[in-house]
């Protein structure tokens, strides 16, 4: 027995050395170095082309300078210990950062100084990683070890393991043997086993952490690693690589955490996909489920205006095209598509990725070959299946100071989404002219929650009364209840750009506020007789009990002109909850029946909102600010609409930018003329006195035609519309 | 007796008949055209120079491009109508922009189509102008007949004259005899005699009138005309062009009335100076009084930062270098004095004039001239003898983003002054870091009272508490009292920018505030240990009896942090009158004793203003925007530090920029170790815990050597002050 037991124990013990081993000699004997985006090809080819294309020399500058800095600079691996924005947060961020450029210039140069910076950087965090704990500041149910929290170690992986993947062959087998004990394994291990919750998470956390890590075992020549990465821990397709791409992204590759953290997931994926596609070129990730990565891309270039994205749920405002992640995103899925229309935005980003796909987008640019991006109309569908609303994107021109509406009506959106239903913003001349807040959120600032999100994210910006949409008795959407939220997105009922001169887009919802059918009609109209494209918006709500409807709107600018008079208030938040509390009432007005018109100025540019207001309508002017101790709300202006109370109401309004420097409007009045079971008709004046009439189904338009009795005659039409001259009703169809 | 009085009548017709037709003769005889700026020469000289320079070219192409389009438009002489900002204003104002164009463009090509542009409109003008009777809307006490306000008839005829100029010898003996009698010589009789309180006032509106009447009587020919304009109405030198030379700049070129009038001032002294230089040279006029005109434009250019003027006083805040009235003033001064460093202000114009003194520029600058102008520190004095204060501007470098401080301790102003004696200004890196509100106006906005000065001009913008210095008792300086103001400047007490590191400048009043003497010591200060240059701000009060002292302080941006708590406050307006009125009260603190700390960012910098804190100190957050019906005021952010109750009090604070998007502050503590009879000693603490001393005299330093006594000795130093470790104090000296 006692033999026998010896036996397998030195059976077991041979089997767990020869696993290990293997997963060294794998990689060493299976795996081409470097190989998960730059290759020895790609290396090569990146020598061979400097000097050619500009963009590419720019780059490779750009990034030899930086390693050349870090060459030169003390060595600073420091012990963790500060939270984002702190000194040793932005140390790691630095080190991977650096590493990862002296790993491209050591493969482009093979100058062994590079490769000497990373090795000794490597083994002074092989030295301290076995003896960290979890990271002091760490606050989230993700902790990391480097950083706060786990997400930030991922990304360093991300980057760092791109580094050993460029000086691994040069290395030493005692210096393998070292990072892959002391560091890689033990962080994949980490990241992976001891971190299930986020590894299987479907989530961009978790799409860092797959990345991360499967990129580490492409590296390792590790399957086992790999695999898990693919398909979850259980490697049962629950959780990772495939599972991601398969529930995070509609099939029109939207992803449901909205424009802001699309761009910051696409990273993970497109780099992981990219890995994929070299090591495994079997599973062609880039193909997988009908393309949609590259449908992700080329989404994400769509959620913008002017290069920003719309900043829709928790965003932070000011990222656009140009940042990090894009380009990564635009050069890897140029390689794989050759669409041309990429070229221009690479060109807009004014860089390239150090890798094949680099060469090749600097190559084309310098040849000419890029086309104008086409930013256009479209619907965009939330959901994995698409059936979770979405989001209509409404453009006047393809040219970059167009009028663009965006309305959301998609789904919640994970823990960053808003309860937002059927809000919209509205962009003009390059500047935002409604807007969505965004996120309470100082990045890097240290002294403001660490860089992290504030209290007043929760209270004021994911609060309904924080967008441009209807608040039904003072309170959220769901009543801001993120599981019931999380139920139910609105319905699509139509979107119609088939002619630029009148675009609509429609969506209702029976759940947001249990008891109310809300729907909302978005119009965008470029009418011949007007200078500027004009936004029509048609807010619906329909209830069997009476409520007090609120609809703000958040325009950007100082206000300039009433015309109806205003009463100042001085000392008022407009309540004490649901957000309403960080509004400070600042004026009061009751227009009284007709057109009530606001004009405000927006830098060089005046706007005017005209909305058909009625002897109940009352104007509430705020500024955002209020029940804020920490001063972390920016001092904003809003107007908003409330009808006290009402069972059946219709918001009619339009917003109209001037043209360049009037601060005429030219529209006179807007009004609802009729509603019928099918359909509206909602009556439009101009300053010069001629009468439009836009008629609108009330969808969904596979119901057949609309009906309205309007000037005492029967008003039909199929589809979504019609526009044109009151006299011209088409009344004989 | 019949006989000889019908004699005398005779005579007296035969007398006035042929002083009309000297005046008309005279100009055909003795006076070549064009000769106000524009010479035949220079005519030639440009036509000449077209292809060589491109700084003319563009210029030229510009203003060929104005002219053509004018030509091809209808031509829309209306018969004055609208306000500021309305349609009739805005097309007489275009008329002479593009009669002048025209007139320029007429005299390059001699193209007859454009002088039969020019005579057509100024035919059309002598149609309505003989029955014009004053502008409908006129509501000052200076009207005028083309627009609102004569000032714009004066600038209309300033431009409008030179295109007449041009055509002068083209047109036919009628049309000019049409044009004389029944435009020209009936708008200069209603702009002198009939306006004659304009005319003859010593401000920018009496200079434009005197420019338009001299420099048509120029073109007439009507000497008369000019010598009035030269010395007043009187022809006495109580009023006219020199007379406001005398008066309205003082020995350094500073106007009284700021920057910003300085700017719009300088437009009708360089155009008249020119024309009379060109006409009557003996009188020299730009070398008059030491060469103020001269001194003027050197100082206005150098009361800018980033090229943008200080918003002191009624100012419109943007308004920079290159607007049209500083093109003229450069080209034309350069034309005198041929100061290189004035060709680089004309190269960030991009554009010059067209004439001698313009193409002179863009030869030279296309040669390759220019060499940097030097903004520098430097005490600017104001008053016409340099006696009524000034201001100190002190410059940490002179490169674009420099940190600059402006110490505002000068004259009233006249109409357009501000109650804001010894207030402050701080810049850094390109942007506001202390901002001067500037005016409440919004120009050329027809709704905001037809784009003229608003009534917060005077309750907010003109007050004491709208500005970065002490006010005593909730009351303005002088009690709001203009002919009070108007009485005493402050009394500068020295200036020392010998040393870049510790610049100091200081100034004293007794009157601004009966009974109290209020001393401001501002100090630029780059400590080698400091990664930026810091503002030391010693305001120092003495009274017999106690007062309150409040201290505003109007940073731009968003307050990050305090380093004590803040207790929130919901609608409370600061106080009743004297502007408080206009002030929300946000939040409210008592430090308590020790450094308070206060943290804001302005986009992407962070600054901190530590304050030496007693048990008394509060520590009020505000906004500016209350008691605002109409919503005429920005809505910006601003801290108050108020001591309630104090006889003698020192506020000393350190405004300074953090490191390149750094949220840590390097300064640690500020206080006011000592003061004695002749000066003051200031610590100041670095966050390394290093100790540094400012010694100030308290001037002024012919008084001789200051003394205090700290650290148990006798510390003594000669002149403005002493900067160094405390552990090196002067104590033997």
């Known amino acids: 027995m006692k033999a026998r037991y010896s036996l397998k124990v030195f059976w077991i013990c041979c089997l767990l050395l020869w696993q290990q081993g293997l997963a060294q000699q794998s990689s060493k004997v299976k795996t081409a170095h470097p190989s998960l985006l730059l290759t020895e090809q790609g290396a090569r080819q990146i020598k061979e082309s400097l000097g050619s ?6 780059s490779y500058a750009q990034l030899k300078k930086e390693a050349d800095k870090a060459l030169k600079a003390k060595m600073d ?3 963790p210990r500060d939270p984002a924005g702190g000194h040793t947060h932005k140390q790691h961020q630095k080190n991977y950062k650096t590493m990862q450029a002296a790993g491209v210039v050591y493969q482009v140069t093979k100058d062994e100084r590079y490769a000497r910076f990373i090795r000794d950087m490597l083994l002074a965090y092989a030295k301290i990683y076995p003896i960290l704990p979890l990271h002091p500041e760490a606050t989230s149910k993700t902790p990391g070890k480097l950083f706060w929290q786990s997400l930030n170690d991922c990304v360093w992986l991300v980057h760092t393991i791109q580094a050993y993947d460029c000086i691994y062959t040069w290395l030493s087998p005692e210096d393998r043997n070292t990072l892959n004990k002391q560091l890689f394994y033990p962080m994949t291990k980490f990241l992976s086993e001891e971190s299930a919750y986020s590894f299987n998470r479907i989530h961009n956390h978790g799409t860092w952490t797959v990345a991360a890590v499967g990129m580490t075992g492409y590296v390792l020549g590790d399957q086992e690693l790999v695999e898990k990465s693919l398909y979850g821990l259980g490697k049962d397709g629950k959780g990772g690589f495939f599972a991601q791409l398969d529930q995070l992204f509609s099939p029109d590759g939207y992803y449901t955490e909205g424009p802001y953290y699309q761009r910051y997931a696409m990273m993970p994926f497109v780099l992981f996909g990219k890995a994929i596609a070299q090591h495994q070129p079997k599973y062609n990730p880039f193909a997988y489920r009908d393309s949609v990565l590259v449908k992700a891309v080329q989404t994400t270039l769509q959620l913008t205006y002017n290069g920003d994205f719309f900043p829709l749920n928790d965003a932070i405002k000011g990222e656009n095209l140009t940042t990090d992640e894009l380009v990564y995103a635009v050069d890897l899925v140029y390689g794989y598509t050759g669409q041309r229309e990429l070229l221009s935005i690479a060109n807009m980003q004014q860089r390239v990725i150090l890798t094949a796909e680099g060469v ?12 104008p991006f086409n930013w256009r109309s479209m619907a965009v569908r939330d959901g994995a299946q698409g059936n979770d609303g979405g989001i209509g994107i409404l453009r006047s021109v393809a040219e970059p100071d167009h009028t663009c509406a965006v309305f959301k009506y998609s789904a919640h959106g994970l823990s960053h989404g808003h309860y937002d239903k059927l809000s919209i913003l509205l962009y003009d001349k390059g500047q935002e002219v409604l807007q969505d807040y965004g996120a309470v959120r100082f990045v890097n600032v240290l002294e403001k929650n660490g860089g992290r999100y504030l209290a007043e994210n929760k209270t004021w910006a994911h609060q309904t009364v924080a967008h441009n949409t209807v608040v039904v008795d003072g309170q959220s959407h769901f009543g801001g209840d993120i599981r019931r939220s999380e139920t139910s997105a609105p319905q699509g009922l139509y979107f119609n750009s088939e002619n630029p001169a009148v675009q ?4 209702t919802t029976t759940d947001a506020v249990p008891g109310v059918k809300m729907s909302r009609y978005v119009a965008l109209i470029q009418d011949a007789q007007l200078q500027e494209p004009v936004l029509l918006d048609v807010f619906d709500l329909a209830s069997d009990t009476e409520h007090q409807y609120d609809l703000p709107y958040y325009y950007l600018g100082a206000l300039t002109t009433t015309n109806f008079e205003r009463k100042e208030i001085v ?5 004490k909850d649901h957000g309403y509390e960080h509004l400070l009432l600042q004026a009061e007005a009751k227009p009284g029946k007709g057109a009530a018109q606001i004009t405000w100025q927006n830098k060089e540019q005046f706007y005017t909102l005209t909305t058909a207001a009625t002897d109940k309508t009352q104007v509430l002017f705020t500024q955002i600010g209020a029940t804020d101790p920490d001063q972390n709300l920016r001092h904003e ?44 008709a909602v009556g439009l004046r101009l300053a010069s006195g001629e009468e439009r009439v836009l008629l609108l189904s009330k969808g969904p338009v596979s119901a057949g035609p609309s009906e309205v009795i309007l000037d005492g005659k029967k008003v039909r039409w199929q589809g979504t519309h019609w526009y044109g001259l009151r006299g011209e009703l088409p009344v004989n169809l």
Chains 1, 2 share one sequence.
């Open 360 to 371: 090749a987008v600097a190559a084309a640019l310098s040849k000419g070959e890029a086309v």
């Open 637 to 680: 202006p809003g107007l908003l609409l409330r009808v006290p109370q009402a069972k059946h109401y219709t918001f009619v309004s339009v917003v109209e930018p001037h043209a360049k420097r009037s601060t005429a409007s030219q529209v006179a009045a807007v009004e609802l003329l009729v509603k019928s079971a099918t359909g509206m």
């Open 53 to 58: 294309y500009p963009l590419l020399d720019q």
């Open 571 to 575: 000392g008022t938040t407009l309540g």
């Open 77 to 79: 691996v420091p012990f």
């Open 504 to 507: 609509v887009s429609a969506a």
